[in-house]
């Protein structure tokens, strides 16, 4: 479960991870157990590998760095 104190964090990591990809995260939204996020994607960035690059490193740097109790698995 996702705790709402854990947004403004989750959605720096998406926007980082994001950016990486020249995409821009637009909009977040978080409730415990999932997350809607509104992407601007690179006219070269396929959406199934930004979705899988940002669900990837994000769950990876809030499990490495104990973001959470519990561990992130999208």
Same mark, same amino acid.
């Given at each position: ?24 995260? *637009? ?19 396929? *959406? ?20 959470? *109790?519990?561990? *992130?698995?999208?």
């Amino acid at each position: 479960m996702l705790p709402a104190s854990f947004d403004s964090t989750l959605a720096a990591i998406l926007g980082r991870k994001a950016s990486e990809s020249a995409c821009w995260v *637009l909009g977040f939204g978080a409730a415990s157990d999932h997350v809607h996020v509104l992407l601007r994607l690179s006219p070269v960035a396929p *959406l199934s590998s930004v979705v899988k690059g940002l669900k990837g490193a994000s769950a990876h740097e809030v499990n490495r760095h104990c973001l959470i *109790l519990e561990r *992130l698995a999208w």
